[in-house]
């Protein structure tokens, strides 16, 4: 299947997971489309001083990847610089919370995948 950006469904999320500002995502599929356990696997763009806030992902893992710009991912103990190429993995029952603290946009993908 190949999805052609123009037809991405594309959502704003305002205070995802209680974070600041607003979320966009660019979904590439949907969780019933993928024949494997998917709950998500989207493009998420973090506008400056947006964020998606502290959750727990329980019986999941959840990876992003650093597409463009830089953050911070708080694992509830620390705060991590990312920045464009690197990977983040968060599962097995940690939380985890990102922020776009700089001047340029923070783009991710993002793949949730239930175990």
């Known amino acids: ?3 052609k950006a123009s037809a991405m469904t594309v ?3 305002a205070a995802m997971r209680g974070g600041p500002g607003a979320v966009t995502l660019r979904h590439y599929f949907s969780k019933d489309e993928i024949r494997a356990r998917t709950r998500l696997c989207a493009q998420l763009t973090l506008p400056p ?6 959750h ?3 019986q999941e893992d959840e990876v992003y990847l650093v597409l463009r710009g830089s953050g ?8 991590t610089p990312i920045e464009a190429g690197d990977a983040v993995l968060t599962g097995n029952g940690e939380s985890h919370a990102v ?10 993908v993002a793949v949730i995948l239930p175990y």
């Open 1 to 3: 299947m190949i999805r």
């Open 49 to 54: 001083g947006a964020g998606i806030g502290l």
């Open 56 to 58: 727990r992902h329980d």
């Open 11 to 13: 959502e704003t999320r």
């Open 72 to 79: 911070l991912v708080d694992d509830g103990r620390t705060r």
């Open 99 to 108: 922020l776009n603290p700089g001047p340029e946009p923070l783009e991710l």
